[in-house]
């Protein structure tokens, strides 16, 4: 047992770690960590325990605030937190427990293609898809949208790109909420935020955005594994990125829009950036309403990425996608509130549940699986549980994890989302001083292409948390399972 | 010099930090600070664009304010080189910035900030001098 700050921290088992609620008189849940020994070191390093707390004093938050093993600080919520508020005990939406990135979430298409059949093409490759594909700050895609274009956007997601023509019908079934969640309100979204998102769907953006070549260097589950079409040397496309300027717009509306909400209702926050609305409030209807615009935006942007790659594609391989075996095995979101229906203590409750830089991991359908949970994983998914994309820090592996029946009791169906930052980014700079990441990366079979003069340096693996510690805490506590393991060896980032 | 501004460390993101013997200079401070993120080759004062701001109080009108030069580089594209705050009160001001349109070829982009938050916000008096603190997300 430990103490920080005001909180005090209880082991439960190996891999799961309680903040009481009776250690603050605010606390209405307790907060349940996952992690190991290990990683729990550098969690107490931070203030983001102190923030799994202040979560638990929301209204209508139930059964716990939770964070995954990569958590780290974030505003007002950590990253890596779930938090699941029950909409008719007057719960609350949080515009901080989805963050600025929207929908900011990983794409995974695999091909036919092995290790063998890239290996001395690498080079021309990753020249190929730093071409091709729009990355970096202020740079503009190819795509370019009138504001009506962004309205259908907003209400239809990935649908609009796929009924322009753009992009591929079979991916919308294996994109979370196929690409589209229902109630989106594009009146609900400013003037800037159009504006901002105008030239932007289809760019990468900079940051911890990528597009990498990966192959399938360890599978752990081959049953799983073969449904979702993967093997041992499969090459596969990772794309990571969300909504671009147009989310972090109206996160930023959200949260000046709602800085009195909490006093109208009496609500009162350890932390102002923690501003929420109950969710059936004007205001909590009109943050949810923009909210979703912007995760649709997100998936069509995502949508756009994978088109842009599959075309590298075929230009570089000089043969088409379908000869390729170029086929979408998921998408998914890290940072989102979805309004679902979960069972609580033996009863249906509708929650909103956000997750902060934490991913859906919904379990296998069963007899008692609620509908929600039915029409939430593709057909094809249905006897295995979804599929959880996991990408790693550039130059380490990215998992492909799968959602587990505990995860549906324990974390409302949610696991980790990545890595996890313990280096800031000039720390990184620094420790990249006199370094070139670009031949290190080399050096391992790796090729890097950055935009940015900092890219690389503020990216490079020691800035983050290793990847396997993080899944191996999730997949041993049984919230999720490892199928496969990713290595990349092309890496196109902002 | 009367006012001063350094950037501090936060694992994900940054933190501006700046220190001046009036408010209005520590308003200007916080200005050019963010201006040296968003880009930081040198910006001529080729034009002067005048804000008004009305905030809340003290501490929402620094966010504000910082938002709004953000904004003039997110909408407009233009980079701000020197801020000159011409009034201030607990909630609002009025500033003129100098500064000139972006250019591919002269200015190199430094991050990409997101936004502007209100975590660990602070504008306060410490002794004789005016302090203050934001997070950029970025």
């Known amino acids: 047992m430990s103490k920080m700050n005001e909180i005090t921290i209880e082991k439960i088992d190996d891999y799961r770690w309680r903040i009481p609620k009776e250690c603050r008189s605010d606390m209405r849940v307790d907060g349940i960590i996952y992690a190991d020994e290990k990683l729990m070191e550098h969690i107490q390093q931070e203030q983001a325990a102190l923030q799994v707390a202040n979560v638990a004093t929301l209204p209508g938050i139930v059964r716990a605030s939770l964070a995954m093993p990569d958590i780290h600080w974030g505003y007002g919520f950590c990253i890596g937190g779930v938090a699941a508020m029950d909409i008719e005990a007057g719960g609350v939406i949080s515009p901080g427990g989805v963050g600025y990135d929207i929908n900011c979430g990983v794409r995974l298409l695999r091909t036919d293609l092995t290790e063998g059949d890239v290996r001395d093409k690498l080079e021309g490759l990753v020249n190929q898809l730093f071409r091709d594909i729009p990355c970096g700050v202020g740079v503009g895609g190819p795509y370019k949208f009138t504001d009506d274009d962004l309205k259908k956007i907003c209400l239809h997601g990935a649908r609009y790109v796929v009924e322009k023509g753009l992009a591929n019908e079979e991916d919308l079934e294996v994109t979370e909420a196929g690409g589209c969640l229902p109630g989106a309100d594009p009146d609900a979204v400013s003037k800037h935020a159009y504006q901002r998102g105008r030239d932007q769907c289809g760019t990468l953006g900079a940051g911890n955005h990528f597009i990498e070549v990966q192959v399938v260097e360890e599978v752990f589950d081959k049953s799983a594994a073969d449904v979702m079409e993967l093997s041992l040397g499969t090459i596969c496309v990772m794309i990571h990125s969300g909504s671009r300027g147009f989310g972090y717009q109206i996160c930023d509306d959200a949260i000046k829009m709602m800085r009195q909400v909490p006093e109208k209702f009496g609500i009162s926050l350890p932390d102002r950036q923690l501003v929420c609305a109950p969710v059936n409030s004007q205001e909590g209807q009109q943050y949810l309403g923009a909210m979703r615009s912007a995760a649709n935006y997100a998936w069509a942007n995502r949508q756009l990425l994978a088109q842009l790659a599959r075309q590298a594609f075929e230009h570089f391989f000089k043969s088409s996608s379908e000869s390729l075996g170029i086929r979408q095995v998921y998408d998914v979101a890290h940072n989102i509130a979805r309004i679902e229906t979960h069972r609580v203590d033996g009863k249906e409750r509708r929650l909103c549940v956000h997750r902060k830089g934490a991913t859906r991991a919904f379990g296998p359908i069963t007899d008692q699986s609620t509908e929600d949970h039915r029409k939430g994983i593709p057909r094809k998914y249905h006897q295995i549980g979804q599929p959880v994309l996991i990408p790693g820090s550039m130059g380490t592996a990215s998992y492909v994890l799968i959602g587990t029946q505990r995860a549906m009791e324990e974390t409302f169906g949610s696991t980790c989302h990545g890595a996890g930052r313990v280096m800031s980014r000039k720390e990184a700079i620094r420790h990249a001083a006199g370094r070139s990441i670009d031949k290190e990366l080399a050096a391992i079979g790796i090729f890097a292409r950055a935009r940015g003069r900092t890219g690389l340096a503020e990216e490079q693996p020691a800035a983050y948390k290793d990847v396997h510690d993080v899944v191996d805490v999730v997949d041993s506590a049984g919230i999720s399972r490892k199928v496969a393991r990713l290595r990349p060896l092309c890496v196109v980032k902002g | ?138």
């Open chain 2, 1 to 138: 010099m009367t006012k001063h501004w350094e950037t501090f460390e936060h694992t994900a993101d940054l933190g501006l930090q700046g220190w001046a013997d009036t408010l209005a200079e520590l308003f200007e401070a916080m200005g050019e600070a963010l201006s040296r993120q968003i880009c930081n080759s040198p910006i001529e004062q080729r034009k002067t664009v005048e804000i008004r701001v009305n905030s809340t109080d003290i501490e929402t009108l620094l966010v504000d304010f910082l938002t709004e030069i953000l904004n003039l580089f997110n909408f407009e594209r233009f980079l701000t080189g020197r801020v000159r705050i011409k009034e201030i009160h607990d909630n609002s001001l009025r500033a003129e910035l100098a500064g000139e349109s972006y250019d591919e070829n002269r200015h190199e982009l430094g991050e990409e900030v997101k936004a502007v938050t209100y975590h660990q916000l602070k504008v306060a008096r410490e002794g004789d001098k005016w302090v203050a603190r934001v997070i950029l997300d970025i």
